[in-house]
Structure formats: C-alpha cells, structure tokens
C-alpha cells in the first residue's frame, strides 16, 4: 500500500550533521503522518521524531530535541531528519515509519517501514 525508501546515512563525527531522507509512495494515498525511530545495537527500536500528514506539527523525543528537526516535503511526499550536534549516542539504525491516521510514539503503532539506514557517530 506504500514504500518507503530510505537514503542519507553513513558515518560523521561528533559534533557534525547529517540528513536523512524517505520518500514514501503508493497507490491510493500520496500522504502520511511519518516518524523516524532508531534501534542502537542491542536496544529496541526508540521514538525520534514525527510529523503529521500536512507538516503542521512535529513532535520530537526528548533525547534529540533541540539538535534533531524533522520536515517534509508534501509535493514530493518525502520526510527528513535533519541531525546536527551529533553525539555517539545516536549511532543506531534509523527507520523512517509511516501510518493511516494521527502520529504515535510506538514502533507498533506504524504499520509501514522503511528498510532502515545505518548512521554511526564517532567520538
């Protein structure tokens, strides 16, 4: 029903920036509320950011806020995940997420996932 396609990782050092980008498509809808979770190695996939179907409201765990922005693209249906100050902490696999209706704060909660992009943070 949609895919996800994911680009933009890779390694930076502490203190730099990164972009990810996910660009979502489908047949019956053009548009969803997005998010972007992470899974540090040994972890669970973690809440980093999301965005409602229109861009009007973001909402952004507390580990990142400040430093993290995400946005999109309505017209080209694509999310990002601006990073900057990156840390060491927040080397993990990042998946962007996608659902019908409202954003959530749950892995669970997402029906549709991307295949997920590693970004690793050195010190």
């Known amino acids: 029903q949609v895919q996800l396609v994911e680009s933009g990782g890779g390694l930076v050092q502490a203190g730099g920036s990164l972009r990810l980008s996910c660009a979502a498509s489908?047949?019956?809808?053009?548009?969803?509320?997005m998010a972007w979770f992470r899974q540090p190695p040994g972890k669970e996939r973690l809440f980093v950011a999301a965005?409602?179907?229109?861009?009007?409201?973001?909402y952004y765990s507390d580990s990142v806020k400040g430093r993290f922005t995400i946005s999109r693209d309505i017209t080209k249906n694509t999310v990002y995940l601006q990073m900057n100050s990156l840390k060491p902490e927040d080397t993990a696999v990042y998946y962007c997420?996608?659902?019908?209706?409202?954003?959530?704060?749950?892995?669970?909660?997402?029906?549709?996932w991307g295949q997920g992009t590693q970004v690793t943070v050195s010190s």
């Open positions: 997420a996608a659902r019908l209706f409202g954003v959530a704060y749950t892995g669970a909660e997402y029906g549709y």
């Open positions: 965005i409602t179907s229109n861009g009007g409201s973001t």
């Open positions: 489908g047949r019956t809808f053009s548009n969803y509320p």
